[in-house]
């Protein structure tokens, strides 16, 4: 076994804090790398609070994760020792399934193995994530990582990036559609950079006034305050396309009247209670609405590789592991733009 350092949640009501643990031995097909930096996200500390579901505990969050390859399996074929490398939101599937088979291993329909708060194919042990200073990953669901880019900034695309770069292509947003993005967040801010690269005129709706001029910064063409009913009404019919990023509770029969005839509102977002739909919301325009979670692992690497071609990443503030929870409670606040990302290097 590999000794391994990390922070964890003991359970559900303790904060994170150091702790070591073991991870498996290299096999034939696994890529081990050392962790540089890993992006927190806000469902890292939903699991940690079992606000989804029940939470296997001890519990190394982090599905954000680069690092540099130091060890390699002998039946690897795609990497070598050295080479940068990345890992998101799953580290396996079944992989001969109908979905896995299509490169929707996402939805893989005997379930993908989490990266963490999971349990590892074979039943083993856990899962354990990248609040730690390295992992070893199934060669297949290990993503190459181009060195043009800000390492980084590009770790929160592991997760934020390929939730949002997967639904615009899924649903083949760009020029000539007007593509609303709902909330301007970890995953918004994303969303933006990616509906403005593929050609879309990009809205972004917020009910907060204040991040007009950030919106605009990231390259937003319009700017709606939701709480501001002129403006709403000013929006209605408008977009043919609504994102939304949006985890907290609110009215999904408001922002489907924005939609145009035939438009589609798809969601990123979890909320935390399930939303009331009216039917009309839906008639009334033969609208749609519709989910999307991550990308596949092709999917992924598309996506990594058209953000090292546009120069796209994140904008992030970095942390010392030893600021996670003060970075959590900042990130209720919605006090972060847009990502926080941890210096594996301050985990000693």
Not at 268 to 297: H, M, N, Q, T, W
């Amino acid at each position: 076994m590999i000794e391994t350092k990390g922070y964890a949640a003991q359970d559900e009501n303790t904060a994170l804090a150091p702790w070591t643990f073991n991870r498996r031995e290299v096999g034939p097909h696994d890529v081990q790398f050392d962790i540089l930096f890993c992006g927190v996200c806000h469902s890292d500390l939903h699991q940690i609070k079992n606000d989804w579901l029940p939470g296997i505990f001890p519990m190394v969050p982090g599905h954000e994760i680069v690092g540099r390859v130091v060890k390699v399996g002998d039946h690897v074929t795609k990497f070598k020792v050295g080479d940068l490398a990345g890992t998101g939101c799953m580290v396996d599937s079944c992989q001969v399934c109908e979905n896995c088979k299509q490169d929707l291993e996402q939805y893989c329909l005997e379930g993908n193995t989490q990266t963490y708060n999971g349990m590892e194919r074979d039943g083993s042990m856990p899962t354990y994530g990248g609040y730690s200073n390295t992992i070893v990953v199934r060669e297949e669901f290990v993503l190459h990582v181009s060195d043009k880019l800000d390492l980084a900034a590009v770790a929160p695309l592991l997760c934020a990036g390929i939730t949002t770069y997967s639904p615009l292509r899924h649903w083949k947003v760009g020029k000539g559609h007007k593509l609303a993005v709902l909330g301007l967040g970890g995953l918004g801010h994303m969303a933006v950079k990616f509906g403005v690269a593929f050609g879309a005129e990009v809205t972004v709706l917020s009910t907060s006034p204040k991040k007009e001029a950030d919106a605009k910064k990231l390259g937003a063409h319009n700017f709606v305050v939701t709480t501001d009913k002129d403006q709403l009404k000013a929006a209605r019919g408008s977009f043919d396309f609504i994102l939304d990023t949006v985890s907290a509770p609110h009215d999904f029969n408001l922002y489907l009247s924005l939609l145009r005839t035939n438009g589609t509102m798809i969601c990123v977002g979890v909320p935390p209670e399930p939303a009331e739909v009216a039917a009309f919301s839906l008639l009334g325009g033969r609208k749609s609405l519709a989910g999307s979670g991550i990308g596949g692992i092709a999917e992924t690497q598309e996506m990594l590789d058209f953000c090292a071609a546009n120069n796209i990443v994140s904008d992030i503030e970095m942390i010392d592991i030893k600021d996670i929870q003060s970075a959590y409670d900042r990130m209720v606040k919605g006090d972060v733009r847009y990502r926080f990302v941890i210096n594996m290097a301050t985990l000693k």
